[in-house]
């Protein structure tokens, strides 16, 4: 036992202890391809194992913010790992990629075994909404750089996709319809915004707010997870010619959108065209945002875009639909670069 260690304030125990506790939600995103066992010092997956004559890798990394602010006062940990995996795999899913491999990193003040365990079986369950396998990570002690019981994670992924099928936006043209598929709140995004609208308010995150949310509890309501799109979005890519993909993230519509289109283009946008969640509207009002910012800085009821020529778009719907989704054109790419929102 590494006593001096110990006084330093890492239990090399309790780490021993994180990975027995794990190994089971590891072994539960096992996929073809997967080689080694969970403790080796690399993970490794074996290309040859897919049918991809010319395979290119899309690789993403990226955290969960300050949502996990929310996360330490909620005392709720099992579902930060789905935000981590999902802002992850979504955004290689833009260039038509399959995520293949993730691989997650926690750091933590002082190591609670059961606690790592929450955060992991999240990521494990965002793996399996993906289709990827959990092939390794890290948990970090690090006594003095976080109190509390406050932790970060943060994931890393490689996906693969067929060169001659990748989504680059080369192909996206004026005229095609913009399918949005629904996201499921705010994903994990615009925390900062949310948790200053919630103190300057004196909101409280255990208790509801009916107006929005019925029963439910604010925390938990901002605490849903972000939705992962692989499977579904990946179905489409197979049946039909997507043209771009645009996963909407930090910088709302205005952001995002225009990272699929080419020099010249822009996007009129219908509102009135999906629904927008409650949990906007409640950040509109207590937040006095004026509406069309809105738009610049949270999803607002959509995760993700899909530009596909209109003869397709209902066929596109059609799949989405059959997958659980809720999908609507709307909007469609314009001759004018620009973002332009109709308001309804």
């Not at 994931?155 to 080369?170: M, Q």
Request: proline share 3%; glycine share 14%; net charge negative.
């Amino acid at each position: 036992m590494a006593v001096n260690y110990e006084k330093a304030g890492v239990n090399l125990e309790a780490g021993y202890e994180v990975v027995r506790r794990i190994k089971s939600h590891v072994a539960s995103t096992n996929r073809p391809g997967c080689m080694g066992n969970i403790g080796s010092f690399g993970g490794m997956f074996d290309l040859s194992a897919l049918n991809i004559k010319e395979p290119v890798l899309v690789s993403g990394t990226d955290g969960v913010g300050t949502k996990l602010k929310i996360a330490f006062e909620m005392d709720k940990h099992d579902t930060v790992g789905i935000d981590a995996v999902a802002m992850c795999v979504n955004d290689v899913l833009a260039q038509g990629a399959e995520p293949l491999v993730f691989l997650d990193y926690v750091a933590v003040g002082h190591n609670e075994p059961a606690k790592v365990e929450a955060i992991v079986s999240g990521v494990a369950e965002g793996c399996r909404q993906a289709g990827c396998a959990l092939v390794g990570g890290e948990t970090a002690e690090m006594p003095g750089m976080y109190t509390g019981g406050e932790y970060d994670i943060a994931g890393y992924t490689t996906g693969v996709v067929e060169k001659s099928k990748l989504i680059d936006g080369t192909k996206v043209k004026v005229g095609d319809a913009l399918v949005g598929i629904a996201s499921t709140g705010v994903h994990s995004n615009g925390f900062s915004l949310v948790r200053k609208i919630v103190s300057d308010n004196g909101l409280d995150l255990h208790a509801p707010l009916p107006e929005f949310f019925g029963e439910r509890l604010l925390g938990e309501v901002l605490l849903t997870p972000t939705r992962i799109y692989v499977q579904q979005v990946l179905e489409v890519i197979r049946n039909c010619d997507v043209h771009g993909v645009a996963h909407i993230t930090g910088g709302g519509f205005d952001e995002n959108i225009p990272r699929i289109l080419m020099h010249g283009q822009g996007i009129e946008i219908n509102e009135g065209s999906w629904e927008i969640l409650p949990v906007f509207q409640m950040l509109e009002k207590y937040g006095k945002i004026p509406h069309r910012e809105m738009f610049n800085i949270f999803n607002m009821g959509i995760g993700m875009v899909l530009s596909v020529d209109p003869s397709e778009a209902q066929k596109v719907i059609d799949i989405l639909t059959a997958k659980g989704e809720k999908a609507s054109v709307i909007g469609h790419v314009t001759g004018q670069e620009g973002v332009n929102i109709i308001m309804k």
